[in-house]
């Protein structure tokens, strides 16, 4: 039994907290001296428990461990959503599980992150913008941040504070399932669209605070999208969660200049370590190091030189894929410098593992102090401990006509026009249009990955509208006329123009990797559409809706238009816009686009360079 002398202080030590009169909460002091006064009141297991992050399920399922075990962050995994999938459903699951957080000894609030990648896409309803390959094309890193900035709006608004993006990979290999998630394959395009950060975060005085900021997270820190492909002698190397292989200067030149520019210009919040590995060529090539371990990287690079001092979270069970047993992996992690672990199942064993870790002096309580301190800093920039709940008031302007022409802006400004023989586009709207392909009425198809569920699904999976609704609102509005037939199958005697809009379905992360279930080739289904509509209309127009570049070489002599849509997202009218002439095509590639798939890894300033069409290619037009 505790003597009564002990037990009155820890009530008199939780009256402290509840009645707010602790240094840590008062919001006049600098947050360094609130962190160093919170630090000071913290026993190792609160310490430990503000560095696990729990999934949104696991929390649901036991909300008690939230008080008990004190973990500082819960989030939501690919398209794990609150069983309301509603702006209101969102903002009181999380201000419930706020509570249990709120409820510990020194109340400490608890971050909430997502994927709201491009938009807050896994809520029902929200504003989606083009994904990242798409803003890159749009060469336009002012438009992309005012993206990020209503982003950031809707996500704070249901509850989260914190969003895992912008994925500042350079993908430098089409084959990548994830190559949508880059702004490109070149390293000075992905550093200008690091410009996002400042519309997730807000910069100067504005930075984190405020009811619609969010922490944003620069990922897969680093060479994610520079990965080896294929089967060499000794071993298969797979593609997303891959191994780079590289000397030093290339890899500083190529994956990590987009990192300086968050971390020194736009002051990024958080950084996400990537699945994959580095190999150093200096070191001999054969000895891999996953991103998660290496020390180098992580405290050298990014916090001792490049001066990062937000707080290195890891990604989904990263670390159980390091050598070793739990301990060694989570020793390994936290000495190599993360600070927060993303543990969707298995956050209580973090915890219990990594005290025993600390205790038995293998994990220096130097490191716990500095990944804490970290941590800390965030909440209180954040504002968290001032107003730990859901700021509602603006639940209304999700989805906001207002939101959606900006996300209709960016998906006409990110159409890369390839081909257009004798200047057939902008089309007429007062034409007789047929509309062909799979991709032209799917809202689903033209979101992709990431959209609602983790993998995205075809079909009206949310409000937007599509491709054919776009074309349809210009041509009717015209005295036009459209007849849509997604197999052309419908007679098309007497029309003037035939569109056709083929691509890609959904997929996310390594689901999306070439290989067994995908190819850079369109399928022989889509190949068939265009055949038919090109080889019967006279004016044929293509739209490749994809996340990626398809290799459409054999059939380009018989296109006479070729557009290059992206994942363009909620909405498709921007798609249509210039096609009609409403505004200009001014997008560029972002990517190198082959001529075949054997090609890849195909980059600008390769050797032997000859693409179908290079880097930067992008035809304009007049505004009709
Ligand atoms: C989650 C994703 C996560 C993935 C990792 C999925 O179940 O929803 O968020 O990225 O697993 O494999
Ligand atoms: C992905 C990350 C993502 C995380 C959480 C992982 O599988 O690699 O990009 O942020 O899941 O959903």
Request: charged share 20%.
């Amino acid at each position: 039994m505790l003597p009564l002398a002990a037990v009155a202080c820890s009530a008199d030590t939780e009256t402290g907290a509840a009645s707010g009169r602790f240094p840590y909460q008062d919001s006049s002091l600098p947050v360094a001296e609130r962190v160093a006064d919170l630090l000071g009141r913290m026993t190792l297991a609160e310490k430990v428990g503000q560095m696990a992050q729990t999934e949104r399920a696991a929390a649901e399922a036991d909300p008690e461990l939230l008080t008990s075990l004190g973990f500082g962050s819960v989030l939501s995994g690919g398209g794990s959503s609150p069983a309301d999938n509603s702006p209101t459903g969102w903002a009181d699951m999380i201000d419930g599980l706020q509570e249990r957080a709120l409820a510990t000894r020194l109340g400490i609030p608890l971050l909430y992150g997502v994927d709201a990648v491009h938009g807050h896409n896994s809520l029902v309803g929200a504003t989606i913008f083009p994904h990242n390959i798409g803003l890159g094309a749009t060469r336009d890193p002012d438009l992309a941040q005012e993206a990020a900035r209503i982003t950031a709006m809707e996500t704070r608004a249901t509850g989260p504070q914190w969003t895992f993006s912008p994925c500042l990979c350079v993908t430098r290999d089409l084959r990548w399932g994830r190559t949508y998630e880059s702004f490109g394959e070149d390293p000075e395009l992905v550093a200008q669209f690091a410009s996002v950060i400042a519309g997730y975060q807000g910069a100067g005085e504005a930075r984190l605070a405020g009811p619609d900021h969010v922490l944003a997270t620069a990922k897969h820190f680093a060479g994610d999208g520079d990965t080896v492909y294929g089967t060499s002698t000794t071993r298969d190397y797979r593609i997303d969660q891959g191994v780079t292989i590289s000397d030093r200067a290339h890899f500083e030149a190529v994956n990590l200049v987009p990192y300086v520019t968050a971390v020194q210009t736009y002051d990024v919040g958080s950084i996400m370590p990537s699945f994959s590995s580095i190999d150093w060529t200096e070191d001999g090539v054969g000895n891999p190091t996953k991103l998660s371990a290496s020390t180098e990287l992580l405290t050298g690079f990014l916090k001792e030189r490049t001066g990062f001092d937000g707080f290195l979270i890891s990604d989904w069970e990263a670390i159980h894929q390091l050598p070793g047993d739990y301990a060694t992996q989570v020793r390994t992690a936290v000495n190599a410098g993360i600070d927060m672990f993303m543990e969707p199942q298995t956050a209580p064993e973090f915890v219990a593992t990594l005290i025993a870790e600390v205790e038995a002096g293998r994990v220096p309580m130097a490191r716990i102090d500095d990944a804490v301190r970290r941590i800390l800093a965030v909440k209180f920039e954040l504002g968290l401990f001032e107003h730990p709940f859901t700021d509602r008031s603006a639940i209304d302007q999700i989805g906001s006509a207002e939101h959606r022409a900006v996300a209709r802006e960016a998906a006409a400004a990110s159409q890369v026009l390839l081909k257009n023989e004798g200047g057939v586009l902008p089309l007429d709207p007062a034409s007789r249009v047929y509309v062909a392909g799979r991709n032209a009425d799917d809202l689903g198809n033209q979101l992709g990955g990431w959209s609602i569920t983790w993998q995205g699904e075809s079909g009206s999976i949310t409000d937007g509208t599509t491709i054919l609704a776009g074309i349809r609102q210009h041509v009717e509005a015209a005295g036009g006329e459209v007849r849509y037939s997604q197999q052309a199958s419908a007679p098309m005697e007497g029309f003037d123009v035939g569109v056709v809009v083929i691509g890609e379905t959904p997929y996310a992360e390594g689901v999306g990797d070439v290989g067994a279930r995908h190819s850079l080739v369109p399928r022989l289904e889509d190949r068939g559409v265009i055949d038919r509509v090109c080889g019967t209309i006279p004016t044929c127009v293509v739209i490749i809706v994809a996340g990626r570049p398809l290799v459409i070489t054999d059939q380009l002599a018989t296109i006479d238009a070729l557009v290059m849509a992206w994942l363009p997202g909620s909405e498709g009218t921007g798609v249509a816009d210039p096609l009609f002439g409403e505004r200009p095509y001014g997008g560029r590639l972002p990517v190198s686009w082959p001529r075949a798939e054997s090609q890849e890894p195909i980059n600008i300033g390769d050797p032997d360079y000859d693409p179908l069409f290079p880097y930067g290619h992008g035809l304009t037009t007049s505004v009709r």
